[in-house]
């Protein structure tokens, strides 16, 4: 597909890199000529300096022959001014990246008049998935399927766990719950592992299993869980401001740490039953007196990838029972890991999946649809959810028969409502939404593409 994307930064150089990688034809329009000689020096792309919002630069994109532009500028009106003008050159599909919530709820219901397909608030589903993280502390990740009715979850195997050791053909004996094992991390090494896989402490699983059964699921497995009941925010961004007001929602308690007085004054006066302290989050001596080693969480949320890090460690040192760590740079995860950041959030990554998702139901072809897509194992892996057409090959034929592609699994199957953890005998139905898992090099943009005839 040719795919235009106004703005080189975080998020628009992210899904250039995606999008240039699974062999689209991508355009990047910016204002910063050094930026797109980066871009272009770098990948297989052509590049437009000028105005996105504009008709000039967008006819020099040729916006109104191609199939999708994704408008990721700093600024909202920027980014929904550009999709309004590609919609009327002709561009059947727009995204728009809207931060200002209030710009976001207003204009949802308009998005048809305004030739808007879709529109990303990085910071709020940073805030949700922080929110979901809090609710299984255990739990160091969790991506949901079938409008939620199903999860995979990353979870690490303890020096201790009586896992150790545990072929995956006995797992669900083990644990006594219904589930399935699609994914597995030792040390750098990525597996989508077979039954003889043989579990070691230290793994970390990606474990698909129904959303009702994930409390059983830890209990089982012998993982220490309590519950959050109260939450040390550092730093007071929109993310900080959206999580804050979930939390204390659901009867959480909140202190939020702000350097800056003015922003303190704002989230005080919208969020009246959160802490609000004026002061430095990085200053050690202001974290020991508001009581980091007594606090069962701590989220870090500077705008600084080196201060939540050092805070996050500082605060894992002390022991503090769930830490999350805030990160724009992901090229080190594996790195951080080894650090004691063991649970990170990236709203860059977040955008850009929520969007290479849309990218590949746009791409699909008869073998069913892409709804949902996300990244997992450190972006190595690739959970897809697709919803299943009459034209996919092999319905209704026991799944043991399948000659799948190496390194490809199918993790669940949803039909009409009821979660099945697939097993030889079951089979793929049309209407079925069935959660496949592969290595994030096959690309997989249609259902079509796991079977190898």
């Not at 998005?111 to 805030?127: Q, Y």
Request: proline share 2%; hydrophobic share 40%.
């Amino acid at each position: 597909m040719r795919i235009v994307i106004a703005g080189d930064g975080k998020v628009g150089s992210a899904l250039t890199v995606q999008l240039a990688k699974e062999g689209h034809d991508v355009v990047v329009i910016d204002n910063n000529k050094l930026v797109l000689e980066e871009a272009q020096q770098s990948l297989d792309i052509n590049v437009v300096h000028g105005n996105g919002a504009t008709i000039t630069t967008q006819n020099q994109a040729n916006v109104g022959g191609s199939d999708l532009l994704i408008a990721a500028t700093s600024m909202d009106e920027t980014n929904l001014l550009c999709c309004i003008t590609a919609h009327k050159l002709g561009c059947a599909h727009t995204i728009a990246r809207v931060r200002n919530q209030e710009y976001f709820s207003q204009l949802y219901d308009w998005k048809e008049d305004l030739g808007l397909s879709m529109m990303i608030n990085p910071e709020l589903a940073t805030a949700s998935e922080i929110y979901r993280l809090l609710q299984f502390p255990s739990f160091l990740r969790r991506d949901s399927f079938a409008k939620g009715r199903v999860e995979i979850v990353e979870v690490e195997l303890s020096p201790d766990s009586f896992l150790d050791g545990c072929k995956l053909m006995d797992f669900d004996k083990k644990v006594k719950v219904k589930v399935l094992v699609c994914a597995v991390q030792r040390g750098s090494e990525v597996y989508i592992p077979g039954g003889n896989f043989q579990l070691q402490k230290g793994d970390r699983l990606h474990v698909t299993a129904s959303s009702s059964t994930l409390a059983k699921l830890i209990r089982n497995m012998g993982v220490t869980q309590r519950k959050i009941r109260d939450v040390m925010i550092i730093g007071g961004s929109r993310i900080g401001f959206y999580l804050a007001a979930e939390l204390l929602r659901s009867g959480v308690d909140v202190k939020l740490i702000e350097k800056d007085p003015a922003r303190c004054v704002e989230l005080s006066e919208n969020l009246p039953k959160a802490t609000i302290i004026n002061a430095d989050g990085s200053d050690r001596n202001i974290l020991d007196t508001e009581g980091l080693a007594k606090t069962d969480a701590v989220v870090t949320l500077t705008d600084f990838d080196e201060e939540n890090l050092i805070i996050s460690m500082y605060a894992n040192f002390l022991g503090t029972y769930k830490v999350i760590t805030k990160i724009n740079r992901t090229e080190f995860n594996e790195v951080l890991v080894d650090k004691g950041i063991d649970c990170a959030v990236s709203p860059k990554d977040l955008c850009t999946t929520d969007i290479m998702r849309y990218v590949r139901a746009m791409g699909n072809r008869s073998g069913g649809t892409v709804t949902t897509l996300h990244r997992i194992v450190e972006d190595k892996v690739d959970a897809l959810e697709f919803q299943v057409g009459r034209g996919t090959p092999h319905l209704g034929q026991p799944l043991y028969k399948l000659r799948l592609k190496p390194g490809t699994l199918i993790a669940c199957i949803n039909r009409r409502s009821r979660t099945i953890i697939p097993s030889g005998g079951d089979c793929i139905e049309a209407g079925d939404s069935v959660i496949i898992v592969s290595t994030a090099d096959r690309a997989i943009k249609d259902l079509r593409d796991i079977f190898l005839d």
